[in-house]
């Protein structure tokens, strides 16, 4: 009978060596596992990382009804587009607005471009619309665009009470200048320091006021309201929607400086959202300084709301169109 038997190795370094070679191979196969499983970890992290970058946008809302009815237009504009938009109150003007703007604490914000001549870039001299190119070229430097809604004009002039613009038959600054020297004039301190306030309106139509009350600008029309005061500076595109006794004068000789608004936005927002750029575009070609009058008039009066105003112009002009499906599904 013929057995087969097994035979041990006559070289036991070659199996030594074979039985080491089976541990490093699962060694690299375990090793190159845990490699990629890191890999697609970290992958997913990043992927994760900057899903999270796309943070909303932020947009200050200052107290004028004409920069609040924009904001509420870009916001609208924007989550239309996908871009979550979150508002929030800063009382007072653009020199409450331009700081978190600069730090980044807000993304948009909504200002006259006379107002930031001053305040901002610290001019004293009248502005322009030549100054446009100026003004943008400061912004930049300050990681801002400026975004001029161009057909948005706005006006500094002065307002009276509706009685005494009855009483004395006022209706243009020519006709105040008649009575000038009897009247008070309530108006903040810069008013009499600025080219643009208390100087221009002496040399462009003669008129000094009997005596000047200084007043911060956000108590002005209640000083004229109560009787305190009889004249104050106004810009028409808030004097217009106010829901006060105020009659605007109107500038017979077409020269009270003229002024745009403007949408600021930081550009670090418009790296991640490029999308804000056509927004305001499209924005300066259909509002115009009659329209948002207009419609701001709704909100003063309580007629909508201010976002529901914004909403109802944007539509007017085909600058937001509804899904059809949706309002069929909703109808």
Known sequence: MHWNLHKPDANPKRKAKAGQSSRLSFSRFVHRSVSLLICLMLTATMTAGCAKEKKPVRIGMTDSISTRLVGWMVAAMAEHEGIECIMEEVPGGISN???PLESDKLQIGVE???SAWKSVLNERGVYTIQDLSTLE???DKRG???FALDNADDKYTIAISKSLAKEKNIQTLSNLAKYSDSLVLGAPTQYFQDADGYPWLNAQYGISFKTA???PTDLTADALRKGKVDAIPIHTLDGLLRKDELYVLEDDLNSCPQS??????TQSALEQYPELSEICQKLSRELTGEKLTFYGRLAVYGLASEEEAALQFLKARDLIVEDPAAVESVS
Request: proline share 5%.
């Open 137 to 139: 070229q400061a912004y």
């Open 144 to 146: 801002l665009d400026w």
């Open 213 to 215: 009350v200084n007043l």
């Open 112 to 114: 006259l471009a006379q």
């Open 260 to 265: 745009q608004l403007g949408v600021v936005i």
């Open 97 to 99: 607005l331009q700081p």
